[in-house]
């Protein structure tokens, strides 16, 4: 096959004299889907970027079809045939499928938007490649794998030719992921090139045809994927052999440490995104909750963490939520992970050592002997602690946060999260986006704080993480609990799917009925 894409010797400092990549030579040839992989921190989106023109490049060059290019801009990319589809979606739900298509490109007609010729020419694409999407439907009524969809369309609108996917299954369901690939290799087939960005070792095996491996900024190598085990490229990511988390000790459930009942909350437009919900979540145990981005998940935990209203019972340490009364329940022992480390969960303009001690200044722990007064020799002892006990990859506790990875960010955040003794640990997504060494220490971690006598709630849309990580598992759909697996391990992911999709559901009161053994 031929070679259709170049990038030679592409190096990037950052400010801070750190090598984000470094002298690093990767090609893709016309017709493959070819993996791009690496720890958090390795490179990888940083040299995406630089090919899709949002960052520049300090050395080095780009050839398309064996011509050198100058990238300075996303539009670059795209008159040269350059799609990117972001991790996070890039759509207007309040604009129709065709207009999130076009959206910057419009056809006019004299002084008007000619919206039959894009509605028209939408169709014919959707059709082409099978995307089954409706040109005039809303996309906030369509479901996440669907909105990939357009994401996936709207570079082919553009006449993209390499498409870039970064995490593009992180939010599917087993089912939408088949469907997925399903489209990638008719995409292949047709000619097409996909430079597939993801975590997901087991999805690599299935779908890649070689993969590249970066290391700490650097091209570690270029293997044909048929060739290596999921295990070699874990070896090869980080240089040494790998050994996950595979088998956890039994769990010791024992207080109620979380106690929802009956618990409802309705938007404003008067849509009821939580309808009569009940959950436990006692001491010594991991619950799993699992369900398609958007059936009320964000709610729910909005409601435990005290940042909205409801209707029902929602009981923390055996005393009830109240909303806005945030640091009252972090005084009494709850955690939160968020799942947005970018807006809730850190303050990107300050240093790590700053959001280290961020939960930690109203008590007398880090306090010098005059009143009121930060020590800060205790903050540095603590902040240098944290970041070699989490193996947080900085130059130094007084980095910015906008100059650490994301693997690197949700390391900080957890490392904060855990530092004080805690009765209950609300972790959403915790290790979305991030390599599997680190999404690896994270699960340690829960584990670990399970063992120590805290509950866990883990929200996740990996349910490979799910399974793994978790002691039980239930699953939401529009709003409501439709199943409660009591043994996680004994689940598969296709189980999980058909609820996730609303195809299958166990009856309410069944549920509760089981909910450890009895309804209270």
Not at 98 to 112: S, V, Y
Not at 271 to 283: F, G, H, Q, T
Request: a negative charge; proline letters at 3%; aromatic letters at 4%.
């Amino acid at each position: 096959m031929e070679t259709v894409l170049e990038m030679n010797g592409i190096s990037k400092v950052y400010p801070n004299g750190v090598y984000a990549n470094k002298d690093v030579d990767f090609s893709v040839r016309k017709g493959e889907i070819h993996a791009l992989v690496g720890e958090n921190g390795a490179g990888k989106s940083t040299l995406m970027k630089i090919l899709f023109g949002l960052e520049q490049a300090d050395t080095g060059n780009i050839k398309l079809n064996g011509e050198i290019v100058d990238i300075t801009k996303p539009g670059d990319a795209i008159d040269l045939g350059i799609g990117m589809v972001h991790q996070h979606f890039m759509l207007v739900d309040s604009l129709t499928v065709a207009e999130n298509t076009a959206l910057g490109t419009e056809i006019t007609k004299g002084l008007f938007i000619d919206k039959e010729t894009i509605n028209k020419k939408v169709k014919e694409i959707s059709d082409l490649y099978n995307f089954a999407l409706n040109p005039n439907d809303l996309v906030g009524d369509l479901s996440v794998g669907s909105k990939q969809r357009v994401e996936i369309l709207k570079t082919l609108y553009r006449s993209a030719k390499v498409i870039i996917l970064d995490e593009p299954t992180a939010v599917l369901t087993p089912q939408e992921t088949k469907e997925l690939f399903e489209r990638l290799l008719t995409l292949k087939e047709e000619g097409h090139t996909i430079i597939f960005i993801s975590h997901k070792l087991d999805e690599i095996k299935q779908i890649t045809d070689r993969v590249t491996i970066l290391r700490r900024g650097e091209m570690i190598c270029t293997v044909n994927t048929k060739d290596v085990t999921e295990r070699e490229i874990s070896n090869l990511m980080i240089g040494d052999e790998v050994d996950l988390l595979s088998k956890k000790s039994d769990p010791n459930p024992k207080d109620t440490i979380l106690d929802l009942a009956g618990v409802s909350y309705t938007l404003p437009d008067g849509y009821k995104a939580l309808n009569d919900i009940y959950l436990k979540v006692r001491s010594g145990e991991i619950v799993g909750l699992a369900g398609i981005e958007g059936n009320g998940q964000k709610e729910l935990i909005d409601i435990i963490t005290g940042f909205l209203p409801y209707e029902g019972s929602a009981k923390f340490m055996g005393e009830p939520i109240i909303k806005d009364e945030i640091a009252e329940l972090r005084s009494r022992g709850l955690c939160y992970i968020p799942s947005d480390r970018m807006t809730k969960g850190a303050i990107l303009s300050m240093s790590i050592e700053e959001n280290l001690i961020a939960n930690r200044v109203r008590g007398n722990v880090l306090h010098s002997n005059l009143p009121f007064i930060l020590s800060k020799e205790k903050i540095a002892k603590y902040a240098d602690e944290s970041i070699e006990n989490f193996d947080i990859r900085t130059d130094s506790r007084t980095t910015p946060m906008s100059m650490l990875s994301g693997g690197n960010m949700q390391k900080v955040v957890v490392a904060r999260e855990f530092s004080d003794l805690s009765h209950m640990v609300v972790a959403d997504q915790p290790t979305r986006g991030i390599d599997v060494v680190a999404a690896d220490s994270i699960h340690r971690m829960l584990v670990k704080k399970r063992e120590e006598g805290a509950g866990v709630l883990l929200v996740s849309a990996d349910l490979e993480e799910l399974i793994t990580v978790s002691d039980s598992i239930v699953v939401i759909y529009s709003g409501e609990i439709v199943a409660y697996l009591p043994k996680a391990e004994e689940v598969t992911q296709m189980q999980l799917g058909d609820y996730m999709l609303g195809a299958n559901r166990m009856d309410a009161n069944t549920i509760r009925r089981n909910l450890y053994g009895k309804t209270e």
